[in-house]
RNA sequence: GCCCUGGUAGCUCAGUUGGAUAGAGCGACCGCCUCCUAAGCGGUAGGUCACAGGUUCGACUCCUGUUCAGGGCACCA
């Protein structure tokens, strides 16, 4: 389906290699929605920038171009204005013509691509032995979008959960089991009681050089296999990751146990891995440990930062692993494309990653590279987001107390609903508010987490735009009237709240594309959410069930909120929301 | 010290490869329900886009410097 914006280029462009040449047609006619009403529907902007090539003034450019464009059909007024902008004004039986082609269109212009890659999506990565807080929230959930929206694009997408259950703080923490006299009954001990210990464990290491060195001995043996420090690790991993999938079943996400791809995974390569640096030459001792020099990287006293994939005891650390697993996801998985969803403090590590395997050549040029880093969640005094008592928000009950809150509200808005249905609801939006709290903001910005905003319902929330589908839904049901029914109505578009809510639903497309092309979910938010507001607008100026309403324009006002409603539900959709049927 | 991110209305945030008068929501103020769900809509007020230069016909956007905030910089991840 081709957009309005390239079909208008094509005439644009047209006229432009008319007027000056073939060396014009691959120019870019600059052509993008008025950014104000009263300049027409869309801009073309070229004319300034050819100034200076032509060596004409821009209106004049532009008046040549006025002279050559031949579009009846589309527009129905062009004009010139400022220092010679193009403005275009759409016929209103062009846009009647391509909502209707808008609506019989399966994935309302989206193109799947033509070529498809495989697209490895390291997200989410909990640590065993910890309960999930809500430091993985974001990852979880933009990781989950990325995923969504790629696969939707046609990509075949491979979801990685590198769960960290590999290192150090396992030595430590099994070591503190072992000294505490673990027995089989322990494996009755929930998450909580596990993470305590690893708290404990933690302190014991850092104050009790003993300790810390049996801890070390014992990080030695899990490695190399021995049975009961395994049986131990096994109870572990099994406890965390029980924990872990009830989380994400709860959150609605798409990871499941088949995407665990654990640090433990790669042990038995790791050994291959350093031995191949070790025959590219890549590898140097320093200190006593296997490192990796790369260019551009320095330490604080400015000497080259190595990057130590084995260290002087002999283990290895997560840059063996993260080496480790580039290569298995090239080689084995067959990656075009590797993402890595974690926050932005690990940016160096990536960034020397990326330069280790490139080197080492596992990764080829072909293989695009990206970490997709985002901020932290940050409370009211922008201060790392914690409890009253300052310590980690638990993921569960963030999510308990969201939907306590959403239930409230719900109570407050609409005291009719049964009880039974308003817990489903509040499980519903509770959840939509708490992705698209954290969706919605640029993921490179540190976010201000706010319950009341988040649950605010009006604003740039989940629940305003889950409140626009509601409506929708509840104009057919008053109606009486089968949505499938207006599919093939024919489009007459009378009013300006029409025609704007119609340019917004044309520009579908290009809010997708511009969240692959940057990674930025956050744009999707923004469309739907002003698309969501010009529905109710047009809502409020344009009466639909109404006897005033004529016979022809109540049929397109219906197929006009259908189209919003399916748009609305399907970029919902990409960013992992569910809609409701009434609220 | 070096490097990476950020700084936009009182608050929370958008702002596309540089385009017209920088936009929302909240809060404040003024309106709109005998009418398809007021969880909504319309309007008013509120800005030195951190600061200073530069490039450009045109800069919130690109470049340089300054400043403030957060983060990273060797055996943790």
Redesign the pocket.
Known sequence: MKTIKSELSEHIVAAVVKLYGDDYCDL?P???????S???DY?A??A??L??KLEQK?REIAHALLEELDMPSICDKIEI???????LYLKNTFVNQRLETLANSPEFGVTREFSPETIVIDYS?P?IAKEMHVGHLRSTVIGDAAARIFTKLGHKVIRQNHM?D????FGMLIEFLVDGGWTEQDSQDSLADIEQRYRDSKLKFDSDPEFNQRA?QRVVALQSGDDYTLKLWNYLVRESTQHFMEIYQRLGVLLTETDNCP?SFYNPMLAGTVQELADKSMLET????E?IFLDG??????????M?V????G?????T?DLAAVRYRCADLGANRIIYITD??????FAMLFAAVRKAGWASTEVRLDHM?F??V?G?D???FKTREGGTVRLIDLLDEAEKRAEV??QL??PE?PVSERKE?AKT?SLAALKYADL?????????F?W??ML??????A??L???Y??I???F???EIDRGSVRSAKFELSHPAEKALALKLFQYS?AIY?VV??L?P??LC?YL??L??LF???????????EE?PESIRKS?LALSDLCARILKDGLDILGIETV???
């Open positions: 870019d600059l052509i993008q929605p008025t950014t104000n009263e300049f027409g801009q902007n070229l300034m920038s100034a200076k821009p204005a400022g220092p010679g902008f193009i403005n990565a640590n960290g590999w290192g150090t703080q070390r640090e320093s200190d006593g440990a490192v990287f320095k330490d604080r006293d400015e000497r080259p930062l190595p130590i084995r260290k002087s005891d283990g290895y650390l997560y840059s692993t932005a403090r690990q940016a160096q590590h880093p901020g932290s940050l009211a922008r201060k790392p509200v719900l808005k609409n609903l609801l939006i919605s903001n640029d993921r490179i910005k540190d976010y201000v706010d009341d905003r605010a319902l009006d604003g740039n929330t629940p305003y889950q409140n626009a509601v409506r839904l509840s104009i049901r008053k109606g290009a511009a092309d940057r930025e956050h744009r923004t959410y002003e969501a507001a109710h607008a047009f809502y409020e100026a344009c009466p639909i069930l109404k309403t006002r049927e009434r609220m």
